[in-house]
């Protein structure tokens, strides 16, 4: 009867909600609906069957030594079913096989779990960014044709040792929706891809070998609420275990910490959950607690205990509610938990028989730490001390894995977030593998949890409907009750983009009454219907997002994306809230793209309200794929067939799809670097501890001075004891060499750790920062005597030869066309005037320069005239006049060759103000193939340019050409070097071409064309030209990346070229230099 109720139940609302579908298409009821319409995937109010209520991640112990390491390893009650399973496929529901799970299988295929079975080569992902993968979009139904189920099975055998036990089957994350039964009885149904579901198993086990059964669906009425920006893939995505725990257990557990007004002791508070399976009373049970520090010594003076019974038959009151605390202690002065002091305490529960013998014990890491707003400038303060969110949001990404991450692929991506500086991440946008949060707790990393809910497709629509109320609450409540217990987890976040509506203020009243501890963010809840002024977000002007007039109450912060600097200052200066502003998602990475982010911090951290932000995002989220030709690239939206994709917008990390750092990475960790020094008078240098709570005495502090960007003096200055927020004033001029008059001298400071830490080694470079002591001067060669030149030509060139030389002009279009140094060509390409560089993702989707500059990308200069002039028996000019614009514009390139073979080149751009802004003013050519290493003295060691320049220091540089440049997986503008003074491109015997710089320029090579790198959607569509294509020039626009699709994508101004009057000069000489010679560059030029 319950069954049929059921099915009724069901069918009745399938009825009701199917009279068409989203986009106004029929919804095909069919006049007798079919089994599939009384699944419980396509019920939002079924969101899981059977399943155990959501607790803490903690294992059960059999003694208090084991407890303490919190280590599963150590656990005899757990059994990891990780590993190869027997799989089926179908592509659709009807075709999956029905009755499988009642035997043993035979003849599947075997898959690995925890794994995306279209990683496998089952089905293709699909990279979707803010559209649902499928069609028709109707909720609560899913597709039928196209909607592929995945059927596992295995057997396992239980350990002896577990007789008499509970036994618990754990899933730590299945997508979307699955079904699981055990020995041929239905166990239970699960939704939500990233949370656990458990399953009481104990009655369905048997003696002996047990046949586990799963099916999955690729898409339930659950994936209405993951319409997240990410690859859309299926399956046992994370672990597979059996837990085993007493008939009498500790079901959860859930501990709290409050500090004094002195921020000096605290009270621990822990509310306990008991489970009782016996059918008997617990009466004699305890239920004991001590807190060990982290050398293993017991902090409480006495252990903690209660009777089970009064925990099993606590009573609640009438009016108001319980105590939270049903053990508490006072713990004088505890070492704080934050991101710089991660001190972690463990707390071990134990329950005891009537005999006094220990049943289980479990334990967790304790973090004191509070969390709250200042009163006065509404700035985030863990433990009464300012701090900010250095953040970035992260997806689970595996360029071959999917989203099937290993501990260690956690475990590598944690810690180089770390090394870089960063203190906060954003589980974006779904909770993470509890493993993540271990490591976030030991290592000292802050955590918005964030709840897996996002309806981006369907905007709010979801969060005003009544019916899937139940299925936002528990998304929300499970995390919060998985999560609670770990002190890297400062703010609990309701999902992403899923409009705002009753749904998501009931989740965040749920949980403001259930943890007091953490704030609630969201940032689309924006817009209070309610308070006067209010405008309906369809009637009003776009103005970026303001406040309206207020964010809605059920918030405790102001959250934007994506923010221009104006949008910044207008927010701030908005009246009526003072609720701490953070930008959770910012700096739009996508390509070559996070500039002017100094910009940014300087005014996070000079205005009030401003905590921070998470820049989007970590890494790529590209896949390995293998082309007809063997040649390996990484695939994005649009390359496994699917018809419905977002192409490349899943490419926006500021480290590579395998985990290698950006230069965007380097950026970063300079910006939000916890010292930051400045040279204020001649050998006086400001240093200040950004740190929120640390000295700077973890620091041996090295000074090393550069002379023409090679190292000559490294000393090691007197360890600082500066207290966190405060600045001093050092002399590092006991410290310097004698420096020599006409070169130039550099100051390099780093600040290493002295001592080896959780996440990095001992000698750990955690900041840096580099100042001119003195500069170098224009060079100014001496006049010698040359060899005599030769001038002569035809009607196609003009040719200047001298002694194992000779050099050639176009007298079609007045560019260096050819130079033959020792019978050898150099030049492939001619140097000419350019004005333009390869499109980035922001300049093609965002601001779109080739439309709003088309008059620069649109020209090609036209010669005016070609004058050739004889200076002196060995000096020879050629100069070539321009016509750019239809005269808007001149360029006038005048060549000066001399007997040695060295050729100066004077550029000058003369431009009508009123014309745009220029992408850059520079000249490129194309120079010998075998040039391919690449030694310059500029900022490196990585690619840099105008706004994306602070986190590279000046230096002598050497990199191979592949490794010079940065492989963006769409080929776009890349490897620009910022302040060169010279660089050396050579063969593998040191022979090349030499450009010195008159003054600092911007300089990249590459072993394609510009024609070549914009046509190319993969970095295995680029085809070599057959010349390295040189580009030098004298200043060229930043890379904006406020955002990737709008006019904001650009530059800010400040970064930009305006058309006026350009000149600099440079000089080409092909050489062969030693190491030796590199250091006399430039004295070694002679003209």
């Not at 257990?249 to 621990?268: G, M, N, P, S």
């Not at 001390?385 to 999917?402: A, I, Q, S």
């Not at 999902?495 to 704030?519: K, L, Q």
């Not at 809605?552 to 200066?573: A, G, N, T």
């Amino acid at each position: 009867m319950r069954n049929t109720l059921y099915l009724l139940a069901i069918l009745l609302f399938s009825i009701n909600s199917r009279a068409q579908t989203v986009t106004g298409e029929p919804a095909g009821i069919p006049p007798q609906p079919a089994i599939y319409n009384v699944e419980p995937w396509e019920n939002p109010q079924i969101n899981g069957v059977n399943r155990e209520p959501a607790r803490a991640t903690a294992y059960s112990f059999e003694t208090i030594d084991d407890a303490l390491t919190c280590d599963r390893a150590n656990s005899s009650r757990v059994q990891l079913l990780n590993g190869e399973w027997d799989f089926h496929f179908a592509i659709k529901p009807a075709d999956a096989p029905t009755d499988f799970y009642k035997s043993r299988i035979s003849g599947w295929d075997k898959i690995e779990v925890p794994s995306n079975w279209e990683m496998k080569g089952y089905d293709i992902p699909i990279y979707k960014s803010s559209v649902y993968p499928f069609h028709p979009v109707n909720p609560p139904n899913v597709p039928r044709d196209y909607n592929a189920v995945g059927s596992y099975q295995r057997t396992f055998t239980v350990s002896e040792d577990w007789t008499d036990m509970n036994i618990t089957l754990h899933f730590g994350g299945v997508s979307s929706a699955f079904k699981v039964w055990v020995n041929g009885k239905f166990l239970g149904y699960g939704e939500d891809s990233c949370l656990p579901s458990e399953f009481n198993v104990t009655p369905y086990l048997q003696a002996g070998e047990n046949i586990l059964s799963v099916q999955v669906i690729r898409w339930s009425d659950g994936s209405y609420l993951e319409d997240q920006d990410h690859w859309r893939m299926s399956g046992i995505q994370r672990e597979v275990m059996l837990l085993a725990e007493p008939k009498v257990r500790i079901a959860d557990f859930h501990w709290q910490a409050k500090f004094d007004d002195e921020y000096k002791d605290a009270v621990l508070s822990v509310r306990l959950r008991l489970d009782n399976f016996t059918g008997d009373t617990v009466k004699g049970y305890v239920v004991k607690a001590q807190l060990f520090d982290d050398e293993g010594q017991a902090v409480l003076p006495e252990v903690l205990e209660i009777k089970a019974e009064d925990i099993i038959n606590e009573s609640y009151p009438r009016l108001d509610n319980v105590k939270f605390g049903l053990l508490e202690a006072r713990i004088e002065n505890p070492k704080k938990w934050s991101a710089e002091e991660p001190n972690l305490y463990t707390l071990v529960i134990s329950l005891e028989n009537e005999e006094g013998e220990i049943q289980e014990v479990k334990s967790c890491r304790v973090g004191f730490r509070s969390i709250e707003f200042s009163k006065v400038n509404s700035k985030l303060l863990i433990n009464g001390k300012e701090t900010y969110l250095y953040g970035v949001n992260r997806h689970d990404h595996d360029p071959v894995k999917g989203k099937a991450l290993s501990r260690e692929d956690i475990l590598r991506d944690v810690q180089q977030i770390k090394q870089f500086n960063f203190n906060c991440i954003r589980t974006s946008h779904y909770p993470n593998d509890p493993y993540f949060y271990d490591l976030c707790d030991e290592y000292g990393i802050f955590v918005m949890d964030e709840a897996n809910l996002e309806t981006h497709g369907l905007g709010g629509k979801l969060s005003n409907d009544p019916q899937w109320t139940s299925a936002h609450l528990e998304r929300m409540t499970r995390m919060v009750y998985r999560d609670k217990n770990h002190p890297s987890v400062i703010i609990w976040s309701l999902g992403n983009e899923a409009g705002s509506g009753p749904n998501h203020a009931a989740m965040a009243a749920w949980v403001h009454d259930f943890d007091v501890t953490r704030p609630v963010h969201y940032e689309p809840a924006q817009g209070s219907p309610g308070e006067e002024g209010y405008l309906d977000w369809s009637s009003r002007p776009n103005t970026g997002r303001l406040q309206n007039p207020v964010d809605q109450y059920y918030v405790d912060m102001v959250s934007r994306f994506y923010p221009s600097i104006p949008f910044i200052h207008e927010l701030h200066d908005q009246t009526g809230d003072n609720r701490p502003i953070i930008f959770v998602e910012y700096s739009h990475s996508m390509g070559n793209s996070t500039g002017n982010m100094k910009e940014l911090w300087d005014i996070f951290r000079s205005e009030s309200r401003f905590i921070g932000g998470c820049i989007w995002d970590y890494k790529d989220q590209g896949l390995l794929k293998t082309d007809e030709a063997g040649n390996e690239f990484y695939a994005y939206g649009g390359d496994f067939g699917e018809k419905l994709h977002d192409g490349n917008f899943c490419i926006n990390g500021i480290v590579a799809s395998d985990g290698r750092p950006k230069a965007a990475m380097y950026e970063c960790k300079r910006i939000y670097q916890p010292v930051w020094c400045e040279l204020i008078d001649g050998t006086k240098v400001k240093v200040s501890n950004r740190h929120a709570t640390k000295s700077l005495s973890g620091y041996d502090v090295v000074l090393k001075v550069l002379e023409n960007g090679f190292e000559i003096e490294a000393a090691q200055l007197p360890s600082l004891a500066l207290e966190s927020g405060k600045d001093i004033i050092i002399d590092i001029a006991k410290f310097l060499p004698k420096m020599k008059l006409g070169n130039e001298y550099l100051a390099d400071i780093h600040f290493l750790l002295k001592d080896e830490t959780t996440w990095a080694q001992e000698g750990f470079e955690v900041a840096s920062n580099q100042f001119v002591l003195t500069s170098i001067a224009n060079i100014q060669p001496e006049k010698q005597n040359f060899p005599k030149l030769k001038l002569q030509g035809d009607e196609q060139a003009i040719q200047i030869e001298g002694n194992n030389f000779v050099v050639k002009f176009s007298k079609k279009n007045g560019a260096l066309t050819s130079y033959k140094s020792d019978g050898k060509e150099q030049v492939f390409s001619p140097l000419f005037p350019s004005f333009t560089r390869p499109l980035t993702d922001n300049d093609e989707r965002g601001w779109k320069p080739q439309k709003v500059l088309k008059e620069w990308y649109g020209t090609k200069p036209n010669l005016e005239n070609l004058e050739v002039k004889v200076v002196d028996e060995d000096l020879i000019t050629v100069t070539s006049t321009y016509n750019v614009i239809s005269g808007k514009a001149q360029v006038e390139v005048t060549y000066l060759v001399n007997g040695d073979g060295v050729v100066k080149v004077d550029y000058k751009l003369n431009a009508d103000s009123d014309l745009p802004n220029i992408p850059k003013v520079g000249m490129s050519c194309g120079i010998k193939n075998d040039y391919r290493n690449i030694t310059w003295y500029g900022r490196g060691l990585y690619e840099n340019y105008l706004d994306r320049r602070w986190g590279f220091d000046a230096g002598v540089y050497s990199l191979p050409i592949d490794e010079f440049m940065e492989p963006y997986v769409m080929p776009q503008e890349n490897g620009n070097r910022t302040d060169v003074r010279w660089m050396f491109l050579a063969d593998e015997n040191n022979t090349g071409m030499l450009v010195v710089a008159d003054s600092l320029l911007s300089m990249s090579a590459w072993p394609y064309t510009e024609k070549n790198i914009n046509e190319a959607k993969h970095t295995n569509e680029l085809s070599e030209a057959g010349f390295i294509t040189l580009n030098i020039d004298l200043i060229q626009m930043g890379i904006g990346g406020n955002d990737t699709w709008s006019p904001v994508a650009a530059p800010i101004e400040q970064y930009q070229v305006p058309a006026k009057n350009y000149s600099y000069s440079f000089y080409l000489v092909p050489a062969k230099l030693t190491a030796e010679k590199l250091k006399k560059v430039p004295q070694s030029i002679k003209f």
